[in-house]
């Protein structure tokens, strides 16, 4: 079946029921439910509501039926909805003492306060509306695209029709910029009174051998729908953009790690994943001066400019973007941390496992000049396609199929300086003026350093195995990093030198970083994380089994409370509360509240730029777990004079000292790096 006959197929069907959505009904639509992270076992599986605005009970009835509803029956259990009325009224959106409709008891027309009183009602009063909240759970694999679950939002001057599941509305693959030429900027799509389906997700970038040219789709996860043409105010929700990893050659906003549903549910946010160009396509500098690179970057600000645009219609405040990603991602942040044409667009940054520093991690956080980036890849990559000596490289290397030149052996993955995008060699830490000032959190896992190295050969010595992994062989005479005496010698040299890997990459470079960002007052809040804790990512696991918790008898599935590599990528699915969504066990009976934890804290910083979770805020919705957590463990402490601190993210977390401060004074990377 064709695609162009499948949408004329699912219009027909949509146009037969007609747009539903907060358009057609006039009315906010609200998606409540608690959500614990544990989708279909839940105890909470029952409570979702939808809210409607306040209209009188035939119209609110018209209203449920429209979404396939009906009004909600107070022999469900008050108890399974009474969070979500108390964090209507912690939210302010209602008083206590607010009524709202509910299906009417003994045929009277009913309906109940915050309190779980049931009274009857008039029916030309206006009081908001409760309808039931019936659609299914949706999972990696499955989704919701039944037209009974459709809902359609004019946005960017076209219809979007999306759909919900049991937590969240979805809007996927939504385009974001026009189809561009190869090696040109990226420009802002634009709709024409045109219906589209946001139902699936859009092509992912060129990689390998797969993908395509056309891959500017972005998707969109969101508890509230806004009735259009209207101030919101401040109901409109804080905005989560995610930037994905994968060295800028792989990875796409549609990977099913990065499913925001659990987020902007659970967090009370509105979550955006994207895509950009990768690799040679994505970043290919040529001396020309036409050719500047940075395309991929362009791509990231081209979707943060359509979401400063549209995002109020899908309930998210434009002026409440935290953006936020991890390795190659946090890269980016980084970068759009520095870039002029990035300044004012967001409010807040999030970098998860920053590389930068030595080996390879040094060009995430310094970038090339176009003629260093010509020396490093540019030329060699004009020599595998036999565009040297062309009167035009630029047209020669455009007549190269895309897969071609994204499997070639060179690739040119770097930001580079090119006056435009990015116009000095690395984020300026020393002058406030030059960089975003917005809040920043940002750390690393406690082993990042893991997955960038191989595993020594038998025989290989520590410093042997130092120079193959682009690493300085000076410290393999320094007493801050001694080898462990275990009677496996291999695995003692790879221990080591996993340290070294994890501080000269990772920990030292951030370190430096958030406590220059505090002393030079350039970001105005600083917070710095360890995960101590990690769920390995199955597709991402180097020298299996190490990133593994330790498999016993009584835990099957790992023990991570025994000791285990907390690798690279291992805090994903817990900031995403994505580790049952993806069929995955949980390992032990804190895998759960870990995982509510991590994601409140991140949720937190979007919605008031600290991460301490705010317990009036988790005491409405009933999260427990995390509510016990902060009055156990206290506030997460910034970085401040005489408390350069971490948040030590395991169960319990703590505030602890920074990690090793006298290994990255050995590596030439203190934490005064940047002064």
């Keep these: 079946m064709s695609h162009a006959f499948l949408n004329t197929v699912l219009f027909l069907a949509v146009v037969a029921r007609a747009l539903v959505g907060p358009g057609s009904l006039n009315s906010d639509i609200s998606i409540l439910i608690h959500n614990d992270l544990l989708e279909t076992s839940s105890p909470h599986a029952e409570s979702g509501v939808l809210l409607l605005d306040a209209m009188p009970l035939q119209e609110g009835l018209n209203g449920c039926n429209s979404l396939n509803e009906t009004l909600w029956s107070s022999s469900s259990g008050f108890e399974n909805i009474q969070n979500d009325l108390d964090y209507l009224v912690l939210q302010k959106k209602y008083a206590s003492d607010q009524r709202y409709w509910i299906a009417p008891v003994h045929g009277t027309p009913s309906s109940v306060d915050s309190s779980g009183c049931v009274k009857k009602a008039s029916a030309n009063e206006r009081l908001p509306v409760l309808c039931t909240q019936t659609a299914p759970y949706s999972t990696a694999d499955e989704k919701n695209t039944n037209a009974i679950w459709q809902v359609t939002v004019n946005s960017n001057k076209q219809y979007l029709t999306g759909f919900r599941d049991r937590f969240i509305f979805r809007f996927l693959g939504i385009r974001y910029g026009k189809p561009a030429k190869r090696w040109t900027y990226s420009q802002a799509y634009e709709g024409n009174s045109d219906h589209a389906f946001a139902l699936d997700y859009g092509s992912q970038c060129v990689q390998g051998s797969s993908g395509s040219e056309d891959c500017f789709f972005l998707n969109i996860w969101t508890p509230y729908l ?68 940075n395309y991929g970057m362009a791509d990231q600000i081209t979707a943060l400019d359509w979401v400063r645009r549209n995002i109020q219609d899908f309930g998210g405040d434009p002026n409440q973007i935290t953006i936020f990603g991890q390795s190659a991602g946090a890269g980016s942040v980084r970068a759009l941390l520095a870039s002029p044409k990035a300044q004012g667009k967001f409010a807040g940054a999030i970098m998860q496992s920053n590389l930068g520093g030595l080996a390879y991690g040094t060009t995430y956080s310094k970038y090339y000049t176009i003629e260093q980036e010509m020396q490093v890849a540019g030329n060699a990559i004009l020599s595998e396609t036999n565009c040297t000596d062309a009167s035009s490289q630029l047209d020669c290397l455009r007549a190269v199929p895309a897969t071609t030149i994204s499997s070639l052996r060179a690739t040119t993955r770097y930001l580079v300086v090119d006056g435009e995008y990015l116009t000095s060699s690395e984020l300026n830490l020393k002058d406030p003026g030059s960089t975003a000032r917005v809040p920043l959190m940002l750390g690393t896992t406690r082993d990042d350093g893991a997955t960038t190295i191989g595993y020594p050969k038998e025989g290989e010595t520590f410093q042997q195995f130092l120079n193959r992994s682009g690493l300085p062989p000076i410290v393999a005479g320094s007493q801050v990093f001694p080898i462990p005496s275990g009677s496996n010698q291999t695995l003692n040299i790879f221990n080591t030198t996993v340290r070294v890997a994890t501080d000269g990459m990772f920990r030292c470079i951030d370190q430096a970083t958030a406590y220059a960002g505090f002393a030079n007052k350039v970001f105005p809040e600083v ?140 590596l030439n990377l203190p934490l005064n790096y940047y002064d």
Aim: charged share 20%; proline share 9%.
């Design 226 to 293: 806004p009735k259009p043409k209207v101030d919101h105010g401040n109901k409109l929700k804080p905005v989560m953009f995610w930037i994905h990893g994968g060295a800028f050659t792989g990875g796409s906003g549609s990977d099913p790690t990065f499913d925001g549903g659990n987020l902007a549910s659970r967090g009370d946010v509105v979550v955006v994943t994207i895509n950009y160009r990768l690799g040679t396509l994505g970043f290919l500098a040529l001396n020309d001066g036409i050719t500047n690179g």
């Design 527 to 666: 917070f710095f994380y360890e995960f101590n804790r990690t769920y390995p990512v199955p597709e991402w696991s180097p020298n299996p089994p190490l990133c593994q918790a330790p498999v016993s008898s009584d835990y099957p599935n790992g023990d991570p409370r025994r000791e285990y590599f907390k690798c690279h990528s291992g805090e994903l699915y817990y900031v995403f509360g994505n580790v049952v969504r993806q069929g995955l066990p949980l390992r032990d009976e804190f895998d759960l509240p870990f995982q509510q934890f991590v994601l409140d804290s991140w949720a937190s910083f979007a919605r008031s730029f600290n991460p301490t979770p705010d317990t009036k805020y988790t005491k409405a919705r009933g999260y427990v777990n995390t509510t016990r957590q902060v009055e156990v463990t206290g506030p997460w402490t910034p970085f401040k004079h005489d408390s350069y601190q971490l948040r030590f993210l395991q169960w319990p977390s703590a505030m602890v000292d920074l990690d090793e401060t006298e290994q990255c004074g050995a």
